[in-house]
């Protein structure tokens, strides 16, 4: 409704329905990364009953690869890598983090709760083997490893990192503009800033990793009994004894923050404590520490957590958000094309108990996403962005998109889901 009032304000007609060979294959690249087999597509196309669509839908929301494909989404919010990102680039063992985001998606974990155990989960009441895991998320930022760096200078580096993701990940705010100097043009002053720095600061990390080859504390030890025993959704352990996840571990003492003169780690100037950018939502009442970081966040009153994450999932539907910078709700981000429908999707999540599926599948039944993409000289020429949805969005593939279509089309594609990373041949 949302949509078709502002179609019909500029004068249009929304487009006729996808042709089902074409709905079947937008839907299956959207929801699983992957092409529909024949027999899928036979199926939908001769079934008559009025909800063949929705069952499509909802099949294809249950399938292993419907995880597999939000999980590779996730992995870009979270600057996911399986090496530490400086110098030699050294190998390291984050994929077990991996498996506990398939998992969480597999399952329809609550936003909510996917959210706060990944922030906080260590901090939680009697926390479990599998809420420290979740953890591993604050860990995935680069380490180094060079001779002659100053360690200080690099567990700023990491700190500044995590306070920058959780910034673009969870309030669609380019925090990181506040680290040098308040800025002229932005309500995030420096101060701000730090303030939510000194929620990441807490960790007993080193800037440096000393010995060759090690793994950056903190970090679980994982072997296949425990594994076995606790946390049978990491996958294909294989010959490996044993493995050491970096995670999340809260100082008994909290360490002194400071904003920092022009960002640089040895110009301290005056003391700030654990809070949240006013400008957002006040932080009173709650924890001063990720714990109570993560649940501000699911405040009711919080205006960005919802906004962000629908605005994902659209952008996932149609190739770009409501938002078209899905990173950056601030001052310099894109305007919403339609603000109210953002509130109303926003509303509606929050009000069904932060399920991902269920917001997934309401964007996906809706007439809009069902359009043709066939379009006309005069729709091009009026609306060349396509910017009032009035016609179904012709979509480029990712490149992991791409490679997986070329190997299911050809019978190649490895099904199996989760454990170590497999290198491709280069």
Partial sequence: QFILAKIEAAGRQPS???????????????????????????????????????????????????????????????????????????????????????????????????????????????????????????????????????????????????TMTFGKAFLGLSVECAKCHDHKYDPISQEDYYSLFSFFNNVPEKGLIEQYGATPGPFLTLNAEKIEEKIGFIRNLDTIEQIELMVMEEMETPRQTFVLGRGAYDNPKQEVFPSTPEAVLSFEGYEKNRKGLAEWLFNKDNPMTSRVMVNRLWMMCFSRGLVGTPDNFGAQGALPSHPELLDHLAYKFMENDWDMKSILKYILMSSTYQQSSITTEAQIENDPENSLYARGNRTRLSAEKIRDHILTSSGLLVRTVGGPSVKPYQ
């Fill in 16 to 162: 006729v329905p996808a042709q089902q060979e074409l709905l079947i294959r937008r839907l299956s690249f959207d929801i699983r990364g992957l092409p529909p087999t024949p027999e899928e597509i036979d199926l939908f196309v001769n079934n008559t009953d009025k909800d063949a669509y929705e069952k499509v839908i909802d099949q294809y929301l249950n399938a292993p690869a419907y995880a597999e494909n939000m999980t590779a989404l996730w992995m870009d919010v979270a600057r996911y890598a399986d090496t530490h990102g400086y110098q030699d680039d050294l190998e390291r063992v984050m994929w077990p983090w991996r498996d506990w985001v398939l998992h969480a998606f597999k399952n329809n974990m609550p936003y909510d709760q996917f959210v706060i155990w990944q922030l906080a989960g260590d901090l939680l009441p009697d926390a479990s083997l599998e809420q420290v895991i979740a953890t591993g998320f604050n860990r995935n930022h680069k380490i180094t490893q060079e001779g002659g760096v100053i360690p200080e200078e690099y567990r700023v580096e990491y700190v500044s990192d995590r």
